[in-house]
C-alpha cells in the first residue's frame, strides 16, 4: 500500500507542475548522499561507528559565549545599550546602536555555546515574543569580502509590525557564509564532521525601525550595510579560529 504522503496523485501533480526543478532537486540530494556515504563508510568498517556518532567539538567556545557580553563592533555606529537576554531556550545579545540621531537599530546574536546545539526555533521563538504581523517577505543576499572565495549569505528580509514597524533581517552565521535555513547548516557540518570538524553557527536579527507606511525597499541599503558589518565582524573576530583551522 502506497503511504498517504507520497501517493501516486500527488506525486503526479508535482511532476506536472515542475520536472526539472523536480529532477534538480532529486539529483542535488542524490549527490550529497552519495559524497557523505562514500567518505563515511570507510571510516564506519575501520571504527565500527559512523564519524557523526562522536560530535567533534566546536573550537571557539570562548568567543562564541563572549558575545553575550560584548555583542559586535560597527564602523560609524555607536552602541547605546547592550545586555544578555533569554528567548525561549537560547541566549541572545540584544544590542541597540545608533547613527547621530536615527532610531536605534537591534542587533540580536544567540551564538552556539554547546557543541551538540543545533539552529532549530530561533525564528519562532523570536516571533512568538514580539507577536509580529508581517508581509514582504524575500531574501536578502549579500556577499562580504576578505575571504577567498568571498563570503555569500541568504538571509530572511520581511517588514514586522506590533506597536512600532521594522525591517527585519535574519540568518545564521557560519565561517564562511550564512544562509537563513536550517538544512544549509545540516550538510555544512555533516560533511565537516567527516573531516572530525565542526561548522559552528550564530544566528542573527536585526530590527530596523522603518515608518509605518515605508514599504521594505527603504530600508534594503540600511539592511545590506549593517548585515554586511556583522557577517564580518564575526568572521573576523568569533569564528576566526575555525576559520584558521579549516583552511
Not at 539552529?119 to 519562532?124: G, I, K, L, S
Not at 525591517?167 to 565537516?192: C, E, K, L, M
Request: hydrophobic share 40%; net charge positive.
Amino acid at each position: 500500500m502506497t503511504p498517504p504522503s507520497i501517493t501516486k496523485n500527488k506525486v503526479g501533480v508535482l511532476w506536472k507542475t515542475s520536472p526539472t526543478k523536480f529532477l534538480t532537486k532529486a539529483v542535488v540530494v542524490l549527490l550529497l548522499i552519495i559524497t557523505v556515504a562514500i567518505a563515511a563508510i570507510p571510516g564506519y568498517l575501520q571504527g565500527g561507528q559512523w564519524t557523526w556518532s562522536r560530535l567533534p567539538p566546536i573550537d571557539n567556545t570562548q568567543q562564541m559565549r563572549s558575545l553575550l557580553k560584548t555583542g559586535v563592533e560597527f564602523t560609524d555606529w555607536q552602541t547605546i545599550k547592550q545586555r544578555e537576554i533569554r528567548i525561549g531556550g537560547n541566549k541572545w545579545s540584544a544590542q541597540a546602536i545608533t547613527q547621530g540621531n536615527s532610531s536605534p537599530v537591534v542587533v540580536l546574536l544567540a551564538p552556539q555555546t554547546f557543541y551538540k546545539d543545533k539552529p532549530y526555533v530561533e525564528w519562532t521563538d523570536i516571533q512568538g515574543l514580539e507577536k509580529w504581523k508581517t508581509d514582504s517577505h524575500r531574501e536578502l543576499e549579500f556577499t562580504v569580502e576578505g575571504n577567498s572565495p568571498n563570503s555569500k549569505v541568504k538571509a530572511r528580509f520581511f517588514r514586522a509590525w506590533n506597536q512600532q514597524t521594522f525591517a527585519i533581517v535574519q540568518w545564521y552565521a557560519f565561517p564562511n557564509g550564512g544562509s537563513h535555513a536550517t538544512t544549509n547548516w545540516f550538510w555544512r557540518d555533516q560533511i565537516a564532521q567527516l573531516k572530525q570538524k565542526r561548522v559552528p553557527w550564530i544566528a542573527v536579527c536585526l530590527k530596523i525601525p522603518l515608518n509605518p507606511l515605508d514599504d521594505l525597499d527603504s530600508a534594503e541599503t540600511l539592511a545590506t550595510s549593517l548585515s554586511q558589518q556583522v557577517q564580518g565582524s564575526l568572521q573576523e573576530n568569533t569564528f576566526n579560529v575555525s576559520v584558521k583551522k579549516n583552511n
